[in-house]
């Protein structure tokens, strides 16, 4: 079974997210998706409703399991899975030169392959923060995300920090 992973915070799930997923649910058997936590960051949403969702808009894929990455490198999640690529959506120049030095350290730590997708073009733009942001400030993002992301997004739920468990 070819197994791969698409990681990220998924804060919120956005359209882009979304289109890589998908085109990465037919080159790929089975899909996780890795729900990421980086307790540096302050989330809009909670990991749960994160997962929650990263499942509701993918349920229509086949092939998808949507789970917590938890702490520890991504290479070794890799590892622990049975993943042989990772899956990285590209929007640009500056996320090819961002992402090839991780590419190259993932893959001599454990031999995982990056896989990168270049963004369709009406992506390019997109971002989970620049969404939050637009949103906030009363932009329209209904043609960017999900239907039950923006529901949320406009409930106004304040933002969450992450908790450690432990």
Avoid at 63 to 91: D, F, T
Avoid at 145 to 154: G, I
Wanted: proline content about 5%.
């Amino acid at each position: 079974m070819r197994r791969a992973v698409c990681p990220g915070s998924f804060d919120p799930i956005h359209n882009g997210h979304l289109e890589v997923i998908a085109r990465a649910a037919g080159l790929f058997d089975e899909v996780i998706v890795a729900v990421s936590t980086n307790y540096a960051k302050k989330y809009r949403f909670s990991l749960e409703d994160r997962m929650e969702m990263a499942r509701e808009t993918l349920a229509s894929l086949r092939g998808i399991i949507v789970e917590p990455m938890g702490e520890g490198l991504l290479a070794e999640y890799c590892r622990h899975r049975g993943v042989s690529a990772i899956v990285k959506g590209l929007r640009s120049s500056s996320d090819f030169d961002y992402e090839l030095p991780m590419a190259t350290m993932n893959r001599q730590l454990t031999g995982v392959e990056t896989v990168f997708l270049p963004a369709e073009a009406h992506y390019v733009h997109l971002s989970s923060t620049l969404i939050k942001e637009v949103n906030v400030l009363g932009g329209d993002i209904s043609e960017y995300v999900p239907k039950s992301v923006l529901k949320r997004l406009l409930a106004g739920e304040p933002p969450t920090e992450p908790s450690r468990k432990g």
